[in-house]
């Protein structure tokens, strides 16, 4: 199997599903002659051309607005927002239309629609820039939210996500473009809302995903080297939420860490730990323990940025904690 | 003007281009990083723009930003401290290249949404009518905002409530990558003040006397008429969009840094 990027993963995705269906087609900021301003759709514009890569105003109310109208007719957009940030821009046609077109009009129109935007921290963008909001779109009955940390499961998770009849959001974290993996060639497809074990252990559950993933799996490597082993649980997707696997893995060590990179209060971590507290009382052996970002906006100098985002040696010193 | 005035004002474009060569050297040798807007080329707009003002009306723009904080007057020390990050910089390092302010100053802010802050301007001036004082709202903003909704929303607003903003588009002939006829309905950006029924007017940005007199006269008609009214300001970034632009997509001609740009001029006449 090719080892690619995470970059490279997305990518493949996307043309494999362009050239396979001309249904589909991108729109959004410098996705076309800039060719991406994270490069994801490079070479897209010469090889599909101005009608199926469509370079649009800034106007993120028109894009997603558009991309919706278009879906419901048939076609399948995929929607770039240069970041998550700028979905608050948005917001309505994410949160209040596109997730409640299909329900509300009893089944009549289907929003086949993938939004694809970047976000993350640590690269002192600001306040405004470097958010990873990601809870707040899981809060939304109607909208999938997928967040892939490897580049097997980006690949194989977008491409589901733009055969899916519903709209969904997919999340890629700035920072881990570069990111390399196996990546099958082709044809390859996973489903929607499957957690996954990406390390096992028997001490203690860290669930996490996406830039979690990549920390968590440093951690546990910190921790192996005193004997404790981590099995790290990838959510992949926010909703719908597999708990599957993480009770399953906290019913063998009765011990979590839940890590995520947005801020702890209302997040993931919150909505994980109440469900295994709900579903998996009998088993718990300490308290959850969550490790998340502090509860400021993201600061642009450096040290303070990195002091506020979540870091391989919070992870440990929570998965001691629960040890304890 | 005067020859003391004018040379102030040269002395403040070569400012700003000579802190933004530097900042550009500190950003290549990684002791600045996020996102840094170079406003190299613009200079006489921001110039000519903020000499015009009286020091108590407010100035808020994008963030293209380290141009018009030094108009404004904040130091160029604090300027650079910001973009360093640190705690002497504007923003106490919070915000960076993107988040110059002064309240002192009058400078409200770069702000890094794009047309974000033009309704937070007809706030500001809404803010100052309810005062019951005649301060001007200064609003800055580039091309590729006005095809966004908040422009839409804030003008007509600001015309309706009769609010004293002057904005000021800086049509620098792209947003990021994408030329104007690409992304506007309307290439000639001064015809969307038409819509809400707003005086406007079309200024050579490559020519800070001609900015200061357009400027100077928009500012009196906002003042005394308790209106609204839309500058078009023509100009050009020699560089690119932030740093790490590959600019690919000009069909322009690129500027040779520090020659000037003289067939712009012409251009817009
Ligand atoms: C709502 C929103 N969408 C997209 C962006 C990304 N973005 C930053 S600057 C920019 C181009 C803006 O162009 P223009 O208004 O012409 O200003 P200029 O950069 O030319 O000064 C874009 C698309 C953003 N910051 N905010
Ligand atoms: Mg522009």
Redesign the pocket.
């Known amino acids: 199997m090719a080892k690619i990027t995470m970059r490279e993963a997305i990518s493949q995705a996307l043309w494999e599903e362009m050239e396979r269906d001309p249904a589909v087609f991108i729109l959004g900021?410098?996705v076309g002659v800039w060719g991406g301003t994270y490069a994801v759709t490079k070479g897209f514009y010469d090889h599909f051309g101005p009608e199926r890569i469509k370079d649009t105003p800034?106007a993120?109310n028109a894009i997603i607005g558009a991309a919706i109208g278009a879906a419901m007719v048939g076609q399948r957009p995929i929607a770039e927002l240069?970041t998550i940030n700028?979905a608050f821009?948005a917001m309505d046609y994410v949160v209040n239309q596109a997730p409640k077109l299909h329900y509300m009009f009893g089944g009549q129109f289907r929003v086949p629609l993938v939004i694809r935007a970047v976000g993350g921290g640590g690269r002192q963008l600001g306040a405004t820039h470097s958010q990873t909001p990601d809870a707040v779109f899981a809060h939304f009955p109607g909208l999938k939210v997928v967040s892939p940390g490897t580049p097997e499961d980006a690949k194989g998770l977008l491409k589901t996500a733009i055969r899916s009849d519903d709209p969904v959001l997919f999340l890629e974290h700035a920072t881990m473009y570069q990111v390399r993996g196996e990546v099958p060639e082709g044809e390859y497809l996973l489903p929607i809302g499957k957690s996954k074990i990406q390390r096992p252990g028997r001490d203690v559950t860290i669930v996490t995903y996406a830039k979690g993933l990549e920390l968590s799996l440093k951690a546990a490597d910190e921790l192996a080297k005193d004997g404790v082993e981590a099995e790290i649980v990838d959510l992949r997707t926010l909703r719908p939420l597999d708990m599957e696997p993480v009770l399953e893995s906290f019913q063998k060590t009765n011990r979590a860490v839940i890590v995520e990179e947005g801020w702890k209060s209302y997040g993931v971590g919150a909505e994980v730990s109440s469900r295994i507290y709900e579903q998996a009382f009998d088993y718990v052996d300490a308290p959850i323990l969550r490790v998340a970002q502090k509860e400021v906006p993201l600061p642009y100098n450096r040290t303070l940025e990195q002091a506020a985002l979540p870091q391989v040696p919070d992870i440990v010193a929570a998965v001691k904690e629960v040890l304890k | 003007m005067n020859k003391e005035r004018l040379l102030d004002l040269y002395y403040q474009m070569v400012l700003i281009r000579r802190v933004e060569e530097r900042g550009a050297e500190l950003y290549q040798a990684g002791k600045i990083g996020g996102f840094m807007?170079l406003y190299i080329g613009q200079e006489a707009v921001s110039t000519g723009l903020i000499a015009a003002r009286e020091p108590r009306d407010r100035v808020i723009t994008?963030?293209?930003d380290h141009g018009v904080a030094i108009n404004c007057g904040i130091s160029a020390n604090e300027v650079m401290a910001e973009l360093l990050g640190k705690v002497t910089g504007t923003s106490k390092g919070k915000g960076g290249s993107m988040h110059m302010a002064s309240v002192e100053k009058n400078m409200w802010g770069g702000h890094?949404?794009?047309?974000?802050h033009l309704p937070i301007a007809s706030g500001l001036a809404l803010g100052d009518q309810y005062a019951g004082n005649d301060n001007v709202t200064i609003c800055m903003?580039?091309?590729?905002?006005t095809n966004?909704g908040y422009f839409h929303e804030a003008l007509n607003l600001a015309k309706t409530w009769n609010l004293r903003v002057l904005w000021v588009c800086?049509n620098?002939q792209?947003?990021?990558g994408t030329a104007v006829e690409r992304a506007s309905a309307v290439s000639e950006i001064r015809q969307k003040a038409e819509g809400y029924g707003m005086k406007n007017e079309r200024v050579d940005g490559m020519d800070v006397l001609a900015v200061y007199e357009a400027s100077k006269k928009a500012i009196d008609y906002v003042r005394t008429e308790g209106k609204p009214y839309m500058l078009e300001i023509m100009t050009y970034?020699f560089r690119g969009?932030s740093m790490g632009d590959p600019e690919r997509y000009r069909t322009l001609p690129k500027p040779v840094p520090n020659r000037g740009w003289k067939s712009y001029s012409r251009m817009c006449s």
């Open positions: 900021e410098e800034i993120e240069m700028f821009s | 807007h994008a963030y293209r890094a949404i794009v047309g974000g903003f580039g091309d590729g905002a966004i800086e620098n792209y947003g990021m970034r969009h």
